[in-house]
T-cell receptor, first 109, second 113 residues
Framework: QKEVEQNSGPLSVPEGAIASLNCTYS??????FFWYRQYSGKSPELIMS????GDKEDGRFTAQLNKASQYVSLLIRDSQPSDSATYLC?????????FGGGTRLMVKP | DVKVTQSSRYLVKRTGEKVFLECVQD?????MFWYRQDPGLGLRLIYF???????EKGDIPEGYSVSREKKERFSLILESASTNQTSMYLC????????????FGEGSRLTVL
């Protein structure tokens, strides 16, 4: 059984702080990794993808991948109240994408 | 603007009824997926398709079937709805080279009484 684990939260951070979201996965054969954001009552939307070890930055978002430790993280700099949402980690091994349960982030003004 | 459209946002059905959920994408994507999302259980893959008339079982295919007669359309069928199929159903699509970069529809919330 391929597993993707996330702390369900809520993770509460003050506005302007860095939010750090973490994800571990069980399948060492996993090749690609994704972060989706889901606002309450809405569908998930892709915000970051990462395919190789290291960091990938896109605006205020940085995805970090460590395949040896089977660990993916998402950093959100200068967190805004509009970042309050559930963040889903997803891992692709072979031809199926497996989602974690999501971490609920709350950014307080 | 790219779009994945699900036919019904809200449905209420009775136990034993046949239910059709339809999904259409306008991005010429090869891959299409049906997920269900439940509190505490996250997103679970029901079925997916990589090509017309092709289907593969996901993690929880029992009680469901699918149809893909045209590239842009992927239908989910509940032959005989049961109360444990009350859920949010999400359709998604992706291109052949980027199978994990999914575009989701708005979802169909199904209640089975």
């Amino acid at each position: 059984q391929k597993e993707v684990e996330q702390n369900s939260g809520p993770l509460s951070v003050p506005e302007g702080a860095i939010a750090s979201l973490n994800c571990t996965y069980s399948d060492r054969g996993s090749q690609s990794f994704f972060w989706y954001r889901q606002y309450s009552g809405k569908s998930p939307e892709l915000i970051m993808s990462i395919y190789s070890n290291g960091d990938k930055e896109d605006g205020r978002f940085t995805a970090q991948l460590n395949k040896a430790s089977q660990y993916v993280s998402l950093l959100i700099r200068d967190s805004q109240p509009s970042d309050s949402a559930t963040y889903l980690c997803a891992v692709n091994a072979g031809n199926m994408l497996t989602f974690g349960g999501g971490t609920r982030l709350m950014v307080k003004p | 603007d790219v779009k994945v459209t699900q036919s019904s946002r809200y449905l209420v059905k009775r136990t034993g009824e046949k239910v059709f959920l339809e999904c259409v994408q306008d991005m010429d994507h090869e891959n299409m997926f049906w997920y269900r999302q439940d509190p505490g259980l996250g997103l679970r893959l029901i079925y997916f398709s990589y090509d017309v008339k092709m289907k593969e079982k996901g993690d929880i295919p029992e009680g469901y079937s699918v149809s893909r007669e045209k590239k842009e359309r992927f239908s989910l069928i509940l032959e005989s709805a049961s109360t444990n199929q009350t859920s949010m159903y999400l359709c998604a699509s992706s291109s052949g080279q980027n199978t994990g970069e999914l575009f989701f529809g708005e979802g169909s919330r199904l209640t089975v009484l």
